[in-house]
């Protein structure tokens, strides 16, 4: 069962007020990292698998890629995403991520922000990303860290006062479903290991350029005190490819 509670209203209005919801780019923690990975974009052909409002879908085309494609689940995240975009070079697709069926050697780069940990199978997802990339081509995505995936909870451990006190980590080999609460209560995840993302890329035929596990930015933690605590543990995972030229 795939899920999408993009299109929950309760879920969906509780996404619109998220600070990367009102800012775009700017306003999600990890952007300052992932911007610095991408690969030239100039005339190249990108696909952006949960695109979401369409923001890393407009970037692109900032950078003068020549199309873009943007893939995502949700009716509500489409419908947002067409009203922000004004660009023929854009097209938006309504498919589940799982579900991508594009042609051999069809993009330059693929990109994916924070969607994959709600993915059952990511080995099936880099062996499609892997056919629809040509040779020498550039596959990018965030998730969130293994660290923050691994227990239900995906809480801090807080003291009598509400104060964290260490973020624990536990089951952390039981790969697996996990029944979460981001917004809204019942989210499903699915969490993985460090070693299993790097495996199965490997294992499908990808060459690891970069991995970086991002800290807020300067600016982030001097206009935002309390993410201080975001230095504690990792929140996010970049993961930067390329398709040998080989496979």
């Excluded at 990367?20 to 300052?32: K, V």
């Excluded at 993009?107 to 062996?127: G, P």
Aim: proline share 4%.
């Amino acid at each position: 069962m795939k899920q999408n509670k993009y299109d929950d209203p309760n879920f969906f209005s509780a996404y619109e007020k998220m600070e990367r919801s009102i800012n775009g780019l700017e306003g999600a923690g990890e952007w300052h990292v992932f911007k610095k990975m991408l690969p030239d974009l100039q005339g190249k052909r990108v696909l952006d698998l949960g695109c979401g409002f369409g923001w890393h879908c407009r970037y692109a085309r900032e950078q003068q890629a020549s199309s873009v494609i943007g893939v995502d689940i949700s009716e509500n995240m489409l419908e947002k995403a067409r009203k922000m975009t004004d660009d023929t070079a854009i097209s938006y697709k309504k498919i589940p991520i799982e579900d991508i069926n594009f042609s051999k050697e069809q993009f330059d780069v693929v990109i994916s922000s924070l969607a994959f940990h709600y993915i059952q199978s990511f080995k099936t997802i880099c062996e499609k990303v892997h056919y629809s990339l040509k040779p020498g081509g550039t596959f990018i995505f965030s998730v969130e860290h293994p660290i923050f995936t691994s227990r239900n909870e995906q809480d801090w451990w807080y003291d009598d006062e509400g104060n964290p006190l260490h973020w624990p980590v536990d089951h952390y080999q039981a790969e697996g479903l996990r029944d979460t609460t981001f917004l809204t209560n019942n989210v499903v995840k699915y969490h993985r290991t460090l070693s299993t993302y790097i495996n199965d890329l490997i294992q499908v035929g990808f060459t690891i350029k970069q991995v970086e596990e991002p800290l807020p930015s300067e600016e982030t933690l001097h206009n935002i005190p309390e993410m201080k605590d975001e230095l504690r543990r990792p929140m996010f995972l970049i993961i930067s490819t390329e398709k040998s030229t080989d496979r």
